[in-house]
C-alpha cells in the first residue's frame, strides 16, 4: 500500500525582470510532472546529476517550496492544498534529514535544547521530564551518549552531528523520513556506518525513506525502488536490483557505466557511455526527450519532438524513453545510420 504518492508534481520558479514592473519573463522549471508512490516501511531511492530537481522535489513534498501543479499525497491527504496552519500540523509526520549536519544545526542551541525544541512546538511530551526521557532514548537509538544533550554542534564530528540531525526529526515520531543526501559529507567509513543506522532504525521503529543521493553505491544499498531524474523529470523506475542489473533508459545506462567497480579485469573491458555536451538549463528545457541533445541512441525526429510519456516494460519497471526496448539489445558503438532508419520506421515510431 502506498503511504506517500506524487502525482504529476511540478514546482516551477518565476524568473523576473525590470527594477519597476518586476514583470515575470520565464520559468524555471526545477521539477517537471515527477509521479512516484512509496510504499509504507520501503526505501525509495532517488538519484540524478546535480541541477536535475531531486532536492527541489524532496523539499516540495514538506512544502518547503510552493508546489505549482500536482498532488502530494500523504496517507489519503492532499498536502499540495493545505492551509499553512494545518500544514504545519501535518509535518510532524513528515520530516527531513539534510545533507549538511552542520549546517542545519542551530550553533547557539545545546543539542537538548535542539531536540527539544521541535516536540515542544508540536506538543509532545507531557513535561519536561517526559520529553527528556523521550530525548534519552531516541539518542541511544541513534548511538549517541546520554552527555552530548550539554553540548553544542560544533563539538561534535560530521558523523555525529549527522546522527543528531536523525534524532531530531525521529523524536517528532513521523511516518516519513525524507533524506537529501544524508552521508555525502562524510568519510566513506562514517557513510557506511549512517546507512547501516537508517537500516536499523527503519526496521525496528517502521519508517519509510526517501533517500534523495547521487552516489548510486549507497542507492543500491539501502534502496527497495530506485527513480532516476534528469532535468526536472523522472525517467525511469524499477526495483532496485532490477535497474542495476538492466537499465533500459539511455541516461541511467551512462549513469551506471560511471561506477566504478572493483574488478581491474571488468573494469577495463566493460562498456563506458560518454555523454556529449552540456547538461540543457532548466529554464529553457529542450522540446521533446529531454535527454535527446546528449543522447547517444536519439532518433532525429520523434525523439526531438514528442515528450515520451513513462511506461511499464516489465513489473515495475518503468521507463521514458520511445525506444527503450530496442535500446536495450544495442550499445551505442553498434548503431548506424541503418538501423536507426530501421527503428525509425518501427510501429512505436
Known amino acids: 500500500m502506498s ?3 506524487l502525482r504529476d508534481v511540478k514546482v516551477h520558479f518565476p524568473v523576473r525582470a525590470g527594477i519597476v514592473t518586476n514583470r515575470t519573463v520565464g520559468h524555471v522549471y526545477a521539477v517537471d510532472g515527477v509521479s512516484l508512490s512509496v510504499e509504507a516501511g520501503r526505501t525509495y531511492g532517488l538519484v540524478g546529476e ?3 530537481g531531486k532536492t527541489t522535489l524532496g523539499r516540495a513534498v514538506l512544502r518547503l517550496v510552493d508546489v505549482t501543479a500536482g498532488e ?3 496517507d489519503g491527504t492532499d498536502l499540495a492544498t493545505l492551509p499553512a496552519e494545518e500544514m504545519r500540523r501535518f509535518r510532524r509526520r ?3 534529514v539534510f545533507q549538511d549536519p552542520l549546517g542545519s544545526l542551530n550553533p547557539r542551541q545545546n543539542i537538548e535544547s535542539i531536540l527539544a525544541e521541535g516536540m515542544t512546538a508540536h506538543g509532545i511530551g507531557t513535561s519536561n521530564e517526559d520529553r527528556h526521557r523521550r530525548i534519552l532514548a531516541i539518542l541511544d537509538k541513534v548511538g549517541l551518549p546520554a552527555n552530548a544533550l550539554s553540548r553544542y554542534p560544533h563539538e561534535f564530528s560530521g558523523g555525529q552531528r549527522q546522527r543528531i540531525g536523525i534524532a ?3 523524536v ?4 516519513v523520513l525524507i533524506c537529501d543526501e544524508p552521508v555525502s559529507a562524510l568519510d566513506v567509513s562514517i557513510q557506511a556506518q549512517v546507512v547501516n543506522l537508517l537500516e536499523e532504525l527503519q526496521d525496528s521503529m517502521g519508517l519509510t525513506y526517501v533517500v534523495i543521493a547521487h552516489d548510486l553505491a549507497v542507492v543500491r544499498h539501502i534502496s527497495d525502488v530506485v527513480g532516476v531524474m534528469y532535468l526536472g523529470s523522472l525517467v525511469e523506475e524499477a526495483p532496485s536490483d532490477v535497474l542495476y542489473a538492466a537499465p533500459r533508459h539511455p541516461y541511467t545506462r551512462a549513469l551506471m557505466s560511471a561506477v566504478p567497480i572493483p574488478d581491474p579485469d571488468v573494469e577495463d573491458s566493460r562498456e563506458r557511455i560518454l555523454l556529449t555536451g552540456d547538461l540543457p538549463s532548466p529554464a529553457n528545457p ?4 529531454r535527454f535527446h541533445t546528449r543522447c547517444p541512441w536519439k532518433r532525429e525526429t520523434r525523439c526531438a519532438t514528442e515528450r515520451p510519456e513513462m511506461r511499464e516494460l516489465a513489473d515495475g519497471h518503468r521507463v521514458a524513453c520511445h525506444f527503450a ?3 536495450a539489445q544495442e550499445s551505442p558503438g553498434e548503431i548506424t545510420d541503418g538501423n536507426r532508419e530501421n527503428l525509425a520506421k518501427s510501429p512505436r515510431a
Open 3 to 5: 503511504l506517500l504518492e
Open 50 to 52: 546535480s541541477g536535475c
Open 72 to 74: 502530494v499525497v500523504l
Open 94 to 96: 513528515l520530516q527531513m
Open 168 to 170: 531530531r526529526a525521529l
Open 172 to 175: 517528532l515520531e513521523p511516518d
Open 286 to 289: 529542450p522540446a521533446g526527450c
Open 325 to 327: 526496448e530496442e535500446i
